[in-house]
């Protein structure tokens, strides 16, 4: 049972960083391709950043680049997500999904299993 458990959530101000956490088990995840997805008040949930497991391949929503990055680390089976100049559009549940293949879509149509999410408010 693929099992995929976000944190690091909180409230900060306008400018600041926050690093999420995924932490994902249930099976190896060397196949797949995870990704972070974003979802505000009132707004559909859209893509934010995906790295395939194998390899490290990254890509990002236009909106993140340079300041948001992904990363995985394969003792811990966790993904992480760094963001750094975090702006009050930022504001959001952010999830954590993984997708059984080694190509990255950002659809979130495209990813089999999901994380519960853990919210992020950016105050400016």
């Known amino acids: 049972q693929v099992q995929l458990v976000e944190s690091g959530g909180t409230s900060v101000q306008a400018g600041g960083s926050l690093r999420l956490s995924c932490a994902a088990s249930?099976?190896?995840?060397?196949?797949?391709?995870m990704g972070w997805f974003r979802q505000a008040p009132g707004k559909e949930r859209e893509f934010v950043a995906a790295?395939?497991?194998?390899?490290?391949?990254?890509t990002y929503t236009t909106s993140v680049k340079g300041r948001f990055t992904i990363s995985r680390d394969n003792a811990k089976n966790a993904v992480y997500l760094q963001m750094n100049s975090l702006k009050p559009e930022d504001t959001a549940v952010y999830s954590c999904?993984?997708?059984?293949?080694?190509?990255?879509?950002?659809?979130?149509?495209?990813?089999?299993?999901w994380g519960q999410g853990t919210r992020v408010t950016v105050s400016s």
């Open positions: 790295i395939v497991w194998s390899g490290g391949s990254t």
């Open positions: 999904a993984a997708r059984p293949s080694q190509m990255i879509t950002t659809s979130s149509y495209g990813y089999s299993y």
């Open positions: 249930g099976r190896s995840f060397s196949g797949y391709v």
